[in-house]
């Protein structure tokens, strides 16, 4: 047995991982000869998937990297994958780094606030302080969002229900559009072409200017080309695509071009859109208008979802080689790291759907239940020769596992993590750019639960050829080692990290586009026209029985984990198996609340994608579209229905029948 995966306190604990060797896997002498499955010897690297979800500690992220590319593969998909890729994907392009520039103290200094298809109040409460805090000093919150989300509608504390009876609630947002699901690239476009229009008015009457052309002279590229697309563009195929009125797009631009400071927050119903990539071009576009970004009050603010989503992109997790400095690693570690593009998370289900891997390995996560098609992933996920699943929490996956299926339980983050060298620190990279440390403190669920970090260290150190500059068993006795290792590689960003990551509020990441350093191409902040503005992303839905589902989150649940049956701030209670719909769509199918209801995919793969259980609901949303939960519903989203340019599943726009059983 390896000694890496021992218990440092408990040696004599037994370890399933163990049999775990490449020259001897299975190793029939080594486990009882439990495993006959015919895997043979080392598994080609290729045919192996390492996803990580994004709870995951820098260094540990680095750790897991580093073993997946010594292992000779760049098939390192991970939960961004399904939430943030666009983001990385246009911020690169557009500003030149792949992350949000707004700081906290940004928002102290900010004048008006866009929030386009993100729910703060159930998916990020924290950042409700700082919007409560805005709102008193009278900053302008402008909302685009097909329902009304209660929790951005007004603050309440949640946790101080006295409070809630005492004092008035804060309003949160002064305008409230509920534009149609997707409809956010026309309705920005419309944002964008009111802005120029002003401007261009503002220029015959020789008045004051009122896009930044200061700025945009200086800092810009590529601004002419989309001033002559938007001022083309036609403001009936704005309001038909957005589903809002001209005039309601016109009230939000003058607030805008009044503010002299913006940003713009941004979550899952922007980015889990077919044309989501171009959407968030025009979101950068709008902000760039008015110089909104590298300034103090202003910036791009792309909500996060797991505690390290982005930290773990920060230190290697990535598909993409070039986002990672492989020659870096080369240098420090003596290996040949692999060059060809690795799979994303799409690319993976299909290579699993159509028995191209042997194996999968899960750092958190639960993919049978988070990602598209659950009725071709699950068989095909039980023809798998191998998965592997680091977890804190049992879950479906679990359940539905590869022929050989390891769980490997470990400690949470709020856990105390004891290894040789005494109690250890992690750390992580937060949405606004900030890495601070962090330290469990709980006593562990049992004293044998092994640490990712070692677990990651053991499996590295007994899977691959030994590597004296891999210091396996160095890394997981002490993590402090891995904080040197990632200072190394990433010096800019991590050098002095023991001492800085203690800092109040942690560090920050060096991001050039807050000092107007544009590390793009062209060396300048991109104005992007996108090139698919004419095209209507949803031709299916073009019939009107055919409705735009988006699929959602509730207060009580944390992505696949559901904790509860009531959604209480939408006031649906003891079931989330329910479709909301427009009321008067209902009455136009005949529909009355609590009927039951078959949904049906409109997709033309000739693969049948059917789900019954649901329940009627009438609900505030736009007529046209319809709502149902994640991830109950996903069975119904099909795997090759995804953004383009970034691969992110189109969970909030899937073309959807609504049929009413017979009672
Ligand atoms: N309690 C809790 N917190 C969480 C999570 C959780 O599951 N539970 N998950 C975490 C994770 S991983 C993530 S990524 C984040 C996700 O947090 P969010 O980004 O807030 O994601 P969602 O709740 O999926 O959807 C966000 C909003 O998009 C709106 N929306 C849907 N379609 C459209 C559209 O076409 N246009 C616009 N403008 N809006 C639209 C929905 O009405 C909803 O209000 O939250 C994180 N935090
Ligand atoms: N239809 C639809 N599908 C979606 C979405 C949607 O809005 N609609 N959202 C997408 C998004 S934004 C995301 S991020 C994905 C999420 O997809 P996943 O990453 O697959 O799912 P999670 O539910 O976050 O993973 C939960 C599991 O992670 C493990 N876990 C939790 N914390 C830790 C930890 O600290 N360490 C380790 N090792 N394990 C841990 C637990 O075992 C838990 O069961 O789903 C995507 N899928
Ligand atoms: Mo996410």
């Not at 049992?394 to 709020?414: A, F, M, Q, V």
């Not at 709980?442 to 590597?467: C, H, V």
């Not at 009531?566 to 427009?582: P, W």
Request: proline fraction near 6%.
């Amino acid at each position: 047995m390896p000694e890496l995966l021992t218990h440092p306190k408990t040696p004599e604990m037994p370890r399933q991982v163990a049999g775990f060797k490449s020259e001897s896997w299975p190793a029939s002498s080594r486990n009882g000869g439990r495993h006959q499955i015919g895997i043979p010897g080392r598994l080609p690297s290729e045919s192996a998937v390492f996803y990580t979800s994004g709870r995951a500690s820098l260094g540990t992220s680095y750790l897991y990297s580093l073993f997946a590319r010594a292992y000779g593969t760049n098939n390192l998909p991970d939960s961004s994958n399904m939430c943030h890729e666009a983001t990385s994907v246009v911020l690169t392009k557009s500003i030149g780094v792949p992350v949000g520039t707004v700081t906290l103290e940004d928002c102290e200094h900010t004048d008006l606030i866009f929030f386009f298809g993100q729910n703060t109040g159930t998916n990020s409460p924290r950042m409700l302080h700082q919007l409560e805090d805005a709102r008193r000093r009278g900053v302008q919150i402008i909302t685009f969002n097909p329902l009304r989300e209660r929790s951005l509608e007004r603050f309440e504390n949640p946790k101080s229900p006295a409070e809630m009876l005492i004092k008035p609630a804060t309003l949160i947002s002064t305008q409230y559009h509920q534009l149609m699901i997707g409809g956010d690239a026309a309705a920005l476009m419309g944002l964008c072409k009111a802005v120029i229009e002003m401007d261009d008015n503002a220029q015959a009457m020789g008045s004051a200017r009122v896009i930044d052309h200061e700025f945009i002279e200086d800092h810009c590229a590529g601004f002419d080309k989309f001033a002559a697309a938007a001022r083309e563009y036609d403001w009936d195929d704005i309001v038909r695509r957005s589903g809002l009125s001209r005039t309601a797009i016109e009230a939000a631009a003058v607030v805008y071009t009044r503010a002299p400071r913006a940003m713009a927050c941004y979550g899952m119903g922007l980015t889990q859109h077919k044309n989501g990539v171009e959407t968030i071009q025009l979101l950068v576009n709008l902000l760039l208008l008015r110089g909104n970004i590298g300034r103090r009050g202003t910036g791009i603010c792309p909500v996060r979802g797991h505690s390290n989503v982005q930290g773990q992109r920060t230190v290697g997790i990535s598909e993409k080689p070039e986002l990672v400095p492989l020659d870096r690693l080369e240098a420090q570690y003596r290996f040949a790291a692999p060059r060809k593009k690795g799979l994303n998370i799409i690319e993976a289900c299909e290579a699993l759907v159509n028995g191209k891997l042997q194996a999968v390995f899960q750092l958190g996560g639960n993919l049978v239940r988070s990602v598209p098609d659950r009725a071709r992933i699950e068989p095909a996920w039980r023809e798998l020769p191998l998965s592997v699943s680091i977890a804190t929490k049992l879950n479906r996956n679990h359940l539905i596992h590869g022929k050989i299926g390891y769980i490997l339980p470990c400690l949470g983050r709020s856990e105390e993590d004891i290894q040789p060298s005494g109690p250890q620190a992690v750390s992580v990279e937060d949405s606004i750019a900030c890495i601070h440390g962090s330290r469990g403190r709980r006593p562990p669920a049992s004293p044998n639960l092994l640490s990712e970090t070692r677990i990651i260290a053991g499996l590295a150190k007994a899977t691959l050829a030994p590597n004296p500059l891999m210091d396996w068993a160095g890394w997981a006795d002490d993590y402090s080692r891995i904080r040197t290792a990632l200072g190394e590689t990433y010096p800019e960003i991590f050098h002095d990290m023991e001492r800085r990551m203690w800092l109040p509020g942690g560090f920050p990441r060096p991001i050039k586009a807050r000092e107007r350093i544009w590390q793009t191409e062209s060396q300048r902040a991109n104005f992007i026209t996108p090139e698919g503005l004419k095209e209507d992303p949803h031709p299916q839905d073009s019939h009107r029985d055919v409705f735009r589902m988006m699929t959602l989150r509730s207060n009580d649940q944390f992505n696949t984990t559901i904790y509860g049956y009531n959604d209480r701030f939408r006031g649906i209670k003891g079931t989330r198996m329910v479709v909301l719909l427009n009321r008067d769509d209902m009455i136009r199918l005949g529909i009355d609340e609590g009927d039951m209801l078959m949904l049906e995919t409109v997709w033309d793969d000739g693969i049948e994608r059917k789900m019954s259980g649901f329940r009627a609901t009438g609900y505030d949303i736009p007529p046209g579209c319809c709502a149902t939960y994640y991830p109950e519903a996903n069975a119904l989203m099909p795997l090759s229905h995804y953004a383009a340019g970034s691969f992110t599943p189109a969970a909030k726009s899937i073309p959807i029948r609504v049929i009413k059983l017979s009672n």
